[in-house]
Nanobody
Framework: QVQLVESGGGLVQAGGSLRLSCAGS????????MGWFRQAPGKEREFVAA????????RYADSVKGRFTISRDNVKNTVYLQMNSLKPEDTAVYYC???????????????WGQGTQVTVSS
C-alpha cells in the first residue's frame, strides 16, 4: 500500500507560479510511475503530467506543455509539479497518483492522494 499526500496548493494570480508536492510513504515509492491529475468543479478528472520511476521519461498534457514541469526526488519519496504562467483555467483540485505504467489514463494508477486546491484568479 502507498499513501500519498499533496501539498502546495493555494490562491495565485494569473501569470504566477506554484509548486505542488506529493509525499509518498510505503514499501516501494521508487518503483512507481507518478502522475498528476486535476479536476475542476463539474468537470471530468484530466491528466496533467507523469514521470517514470527513475525519472528518465515524462509526459504532459498539451494544455500544460512549456508551463508545467514534473520531477521527483526518490531520496525524499516526493514528486513535484512546478506550475508557471498559471491561467484561470488551471483552477482545479490537483491529485497525485502512483502506478506502474507511464500513461495518461487514470486506471494506470492504483493509488491516489486526497488532492490540493489550486485557484488562479484572473
Amino acid at each position: 500500500q502507498v499513501q500519498l499526500v499533496e501539498s502546495g496548493g493555494g490562491l495565485v494570480q494569473a501569470g504566477g507560479s506554484l509548486r505542488l508536492s506529493c509525499a509518498g510513504s510505503g514499501r516501494a515509492f521508487r518503483s512507481y510511475t507518478m502522475g498528476w491529475f486535476r479536476q475542476a468543479p463539474g468537470k471530468e478528472r484530466e491528466f496533467v503530467a507523469a514521470i517514470a520511476w527513475r525519472g528518465a521519461s515524462t509526459r504532459y498534457a498539451d494544455s500544460v506543455k512549456g508551463r508545467f514541469t514534473i520531477s521527483r526526488d526518490n531520496v525524499k519519496n516526493t514528486v513535484y509539479l512546478q506550475m508557471n504562467s498559471l491561467k484561470p483555467e488551471d483552477t482545479a483540485v490537483y491529485y497525485c497518483a502512483a502506478g506502474y505504467v507511464l500513461g495518461s489514463a487514470g486506471n494506470n494508477y492504483g493509488y491516489w492522494g486526497q488532492g490540493t486546491q489550486v485557484t488562479v484568479s484572473s
